[in-house]
């Protein structure tokens, strides 16, 4: 099946910074989708991107389909910030949405 | 709309017994899925379907079993608990974009512990 790796595995961050988190998936997909994995485990939709670019609020994504890759920014990191982060892709042509293993992100004051 | 709603929200069973986790949504989504969290090996999928009456395998789907007869619920069964399937599982229903492509949204997770 597909995989998707995402990187880093871990990151901490100076409430301020900015960040790139990066997805990279081994075969075409439908679409894309970034989750944020709340401290209390509420996975909460950020991104549906299965290309180009979009943003909101602090948050911006882009996906480049035919190199199979993703890319998450996070601007001026808030301690809300914190948690995991995770990439899942639609395989092209199947229903089985697939999950990386995540970023986690720990946002200090 | 409720959304994806789970319950229950925590469970603890023993080894060998039986339980069903539900999962219902208000959305009309023909998608529905169950996985499993486990710590530091992201989300699998167990099961899923694309519409009342049809379910398939995903990654781990030994010793649970679905069911489909309505678009609203999909509740999954685990026939004779064990510890290895001690982790928090999620239920997801899907909005049919343009073009056949799917967005996912969440539940809130339930948490099972079987001792």
């Known amino acids: 099946g597909i995989q998707v790796e995402q990187s880093p595995p871990d990151l901490i961050l100076q409430e301020g910074a900015n960040s790139t988190l990066r997805c990279n998936f081994s075969?075409?997909?439908?679409?894309l989708q970034w989750f944020h994995q709340n401290p209390w485990g509420q996975l909460i939709n950020l991104f549906y991107i299965p290309s180009g670019t979009k943003q909101n609020g602090r948050l911006s994504a882009t996906t480049v389909a035919t190199e199979r890759y993703s890319l998450l920014y996070i601007s001026s990191s808030q301690t809300t910030d914190s948690g995991v982060y995770f990439c899942a892709v639609w395989p092209r042509g199947s229903y089985q949405l697939t999950f990386g293993k995540g970023t986690k992100l720990s946002v200090i004051p | 709309n409720a959304g994806v709603t789970q319950t229950p929200k925590f469970q603890v069973l023993k080894t060998g017994q039986s339980m069903t986790l539900q999962c219902a949504q208000d959305m009309n989504h023909e998608y529905m899925s169950w996985y499993r969290q486990d710590p530091g090996m992201g989300l699998r999928l167990i099961h899923y379907s694309v519409g009342a009456g049809i379910t398939d395998q995903g990654e781990v789907p030994n010793g649970y079993n679905v069911s489909r007869s309505t678009t609203e619920d999909f509740p999954l069964r685990l026939l004779s608990a064990a510890p290895s399937q001690t982790s928090v599982y999620f239920c997801?229903?899907?909005?049919?974009?343009?073009?056949?492509?799917?967005?996912?949204?969440f539940g809130q997770g339930t948490r099972l512990t079987v001792v």
């Open positions: 075969d075409s997909v439908n679409n």
């Open positions: 997801a229903s899907g909005k049919e974009i343009t073009g056949g492509n799917t967005e996912a949204f």
